[in-house]
C-alpha cells in the first residue's frame, strides 16, 4: 500500500524559508513522478510543482517560479520541496502528491499525502 508522509509545514514570517520533505513508501519511489499542491481556506487544491521520475525534470507553478524549488532522494525515498522568500499568499496545507508521469501528477495523482499546514505571517 502506498504511503505518503509529508513534514517540515510550521510557522514563518514572511521572507523566511521553509524545506517540506515527503516520504513515500509501498512502490518503488524511482519509478514515478512526484508533486506538491497546495490548498489555501475556503480555495481549491491547486497544483505547486513536480519533478520526473528519471532525468529529474521539474515544473512549477508561476505563482512560485524562482521561490519555490523542488526535488527528489530517490535513494531515501524522498521528495523535498524548498521554499524561500514566503509570502502570507503561500499560507495553506501542502499535499504531496505521486503518479506515473510528470504529466498526469500534475492534474491526476493516483496517490496523496495527509498534508502538512505551511502559514506565513505578514
Known amino acids: 500500500q502506498v504511503q505518503l508522509v509529508e513534514s517540515g509545514g510550521g510557522l514563518v514570517q514572511a521572507g523566511g524559508s521553509l524545506r517540506l520533505s515527503c516520504a513515500a513508501s509501498g512502490r518503488t519511489f524511482s519509478l514515478y513522478a512526484m508533486g506538491w499542491f497546495r490548498q489555501a481556506p475556503g480555495k481549491e487544491r491547486e497544483f505547486v510543482a513536480a519533478?520526473?521520475?528519471?532525468?529529474?525534470?521539474?515544473y512549477s507553478a508561476d505563482s512560485v517560479k524562482g521561490r519555490f524549488t523542488i526535488s527528489r532522494a530517490n535513494a531515501k525515498n524522498t521528495v523535498y520541496l524548498q521554499m524561500n522568500s514566503l509570502k502570507p499568499e503561500d499560507t495553506a496545507v501542502y499535499y504531496c502528491a505521486e503518479a506515473p508521469t510528470i504529466v498526469v501528477v500534475t492534474t491526476t495523482p493516483n496517490y496523496w499525502g495527509q498534508g502538512t499546514q505551511v502559514t506565513v505571517s505578514s
Open positions: 519533478i520526473s521520475k528519471s532525468d529529474g525534470s521539474t
